[in-house]
């Protein structure tokens, strides 16, 4: 593959849901995300999570079915297609939705996976709404899945009025990321009591941000940006006559290419360890945010092509390790494909 391709091809398609297809189904080794209350408790992850058991943990597992639907949306002639159909077929059952939901249910469960993990559910879920009927008339996977959906939703509702602070960190825990997938659902579901939620929100947290110095990136086990995954926050939840005001006060030195860091590819010098393996996310998802951005800024605007050269220079770096060690090969497909669509259509 080449190492700097600009968009996604039905080549590189097939090849990241090879590697997902590799891995969603593969339960060992595994890193539970579970609290014991009693001995009852000590299961096995597909006893745990009879969907999303494999991928070496649950949220990693969700987001590569959000890849295999991502695929089988857009390219579906795919030589994967048949056998992406043919899992989702088998997993998304009333039963082990069922038995997902039920999980959620147990009080040690308040907090599992939030926010990372409920945005990519979303994500998935509004992913599966948008696939057509008239080609896949057997398939219902989204109405399968809904009372999942609904269950992460509501914790969203539940949570962000009890959130007082924002979560800036560059890994799972950071807000941001939480509210912009999120949006994609609100708007696949035509909540729009759920889309006010996000916004207001957005703007509670980060609304008067200003100046951001980004002088904390990168950080050892990083793989997203703090500064960069806010900006795209903020651009998915307001109109442009808002967010390009809101983004001149957030980086205005970007012209500058200041600051300097959010144009600087991170080094990896270990792919085996898992954390330092975060950091060719890190190049990856700096690669979305920056296209994004980019797509945002009107076409003569000379920001618009600093952010495509940062973008650039950000693929460059991590698509040629997204497979080789599982450390990451376990989830990196996914930011590389996000990275390869961004840009696409502004609202997305």
């Known amino acids: 593959m080449p190492t700097e391709p600009r968009e996604l091809t039905a080549e590189i398609?097939?090849?990241?849901?090879?590697?997902?297809?590799?891995?969603?189904?593969?339960?060992y080794p595994n890193k539970?995300?579970?609290?014991?209350?009693?001995?009852?408790?000590?299961?096995?992850?597909?006893?745990?999570?009879?969907?999303?058991?494999?991928?070496?943990?649950w949220h990693s597992c969700v987001h590569s079915y959000w890849l295999l639907a991502r695929v089988l949306r857009r390219f579906p002639e795919t030589a994967a297609a048949s056998e992406i159909t043919a899992l989702f077929d088998a997993q998304f059952t009333a039963d082990k939705v069922a038995a997902e939901?039920?999980?959620?249910?147990?009080?040690?469960?308040?907090?599992?996976?939030?926010?990372?993990?409920?945005?990519?559910l979303l994500k998935l879920a509004a992913e599966?709404?948008?696939?057509?009927?008239?080609?896949?008339?057997?398939?219902?996977?989204?109405?399968?899945?809904?009372p999942l959906a609904e269950a992460f939703?509501?914790?969203?509702?539940?949570?962000?009025?009890?959130?007082?602070?924002?979560?800036?960190?560059?890994?799972?825990?950071n807000t941001a990321f939480g509210l912009r997938m999120a949006a994609d659902y609100a708007e696949a579901t035509q909540d729009a009591a759920l889309t006010t939620l996000l916004r207001e929100t957005g703007l509670r947290w980060y609304g008067e941000d200003a100046d951001c110095p980004a002088w904390g990136e990168p950080s050892g086990d990083d793989f997203q940006s703090s500064a960069l995954i806010e900006a795209e926050c903020m651009r998915r939840l307001l109109a442009p006559e808002a967010f390009l005001p809101w983004l001149a006060r957030f980086l205005p030195r970007i012209e500058n290419r200041q600051p300097r860091t959010l144009f600087e590819p991170a080094s990896v010098s270990d792919r085996s360890d898992g954390k330092i393996a975060h950091l060719d996310g890190l190049n990856l998802s700096r690669a979305w945010c920056w296209r994004a951005l980019a797509a945002s800024l009107p076409?003569?605007?000379?920001?618009?092509?600093?952010?495509l050269e940062a973008a650039q220079r950000h693929l460059a770096a991590g698509l040629p390790h997204i497979a080789g060690d599982y450390m990451g090969e376990h989830?990196?497909?996914?930011?590389?494909?996000?990275?390869?669509?961004?840009?696409?259509?502004?609202?997305g």
Request: charged letters at 25%.
């Open 13 to 27: 398609a097939e090849r990241f849901a090879r590697i997902a297809l590799g891995h969603v189904g593969r339960e």
């Open 331 to 347: 989830w990196l497909a996914t930011f590389a494909l996000l990275a390869l669509e961004a840009g696409d259509a502004p609202a």
């Open 299 to 307: 076409a003569d605007d000379p920001r618009r092509e600093m952010a």
């Open 153 to 173: 939703a509501q914790r969203f509702r539940d949570f962000l009025p009890l959130a007082t602070y924002p979560v800036r960190v560059g890994t799972h825990f």
């Open 101 to 120: 939901c039920d999980y959620l249910a147990t009080p040690t469960a308040r907090g599992f996976k939030r926010p990372y993990g409920w945005a990519w």
């Open 128 to 146: 599966l709404s948008g696939l057509p009927r008239q080609d896949l008339p057997l398939q219902d996977w989204s109405v399968r899945l809904a």
């Open 32 to 57: 539970p995300d579970h609290v014991l209350a009693g001995p009852q408790d000590a299961r096995t992850p597909r006893e745990l999570h009879p969907i999303f058991y494999g991928s070496y943990d």
